[in-house]
């Protein structure tokens, strides 16, 4: 059973820093890119941060750049999105996801195979 769980969401004021988590199981962890999208009310789940395999590159949604991190550690099976700077626009629930990395753009929601349950991020202004 693949299993992706994720962790670290809350409620913090704009500017301030949350480090989101997810935890693997049940997959060969380096055979997939994983990922991190983003779901507000309303709107569609969109692409945040990915990072290939192996750690090796990484991509981001234009307004994250410079404040989001993306980061794998394939030894603990494990991911984490370290979110400074944070604003009222990032709020929603944040999900964790899986892609095999034979797979064409890393951007595409529809390429991921598995998915977490979310965790929700709270921006006040």
């Known amino acids: 059973q693949v299993q992706l769980v994720e962790s670290g969401g809350g409620s913090v004021q704009t500017g301030g820093s949350l480090r989101l988590s997810c935890a693997a199981s049940?997959?060969?962890?380096?055979?997939?890119?994983m990922g991190w999208f983003r779901q507000a009310p309303g709107k569609e789940r969109e692409f945040v941060a990915a990072?290939?395999?192996?750690?090796?590159?990484?991509y981001y949604k234009d307004s994250v750049k410079g404040r989001f991190t993306i980061s794998r550690d394939n030894a603990k099976y494990t991911m984490a999105l370290q979110m400074n700077v944070l604003k009222p626009e990032d709020t929603a629930v944040y999900y964790c996801?899986?892609?095999?990395?034979?797979?064409?753009?890393?951007?595409?929601?529809?390429?991921?195979?598995?998915w977490g349950q979310g965790t929700q991020v709270t921006v006040s202004s």
């Open positions: 990072i290939t395999w192996s750690g090796g590159s990484t």
């Open positions: 996801a899986a892609k095999m990395r034979t797979g064409r753009d890393i951007s595409d929601r529809y390429k991921y195979s598995y």
């Open positions: 049940g997959l060969t962890f380096t055979m997939y890119d």
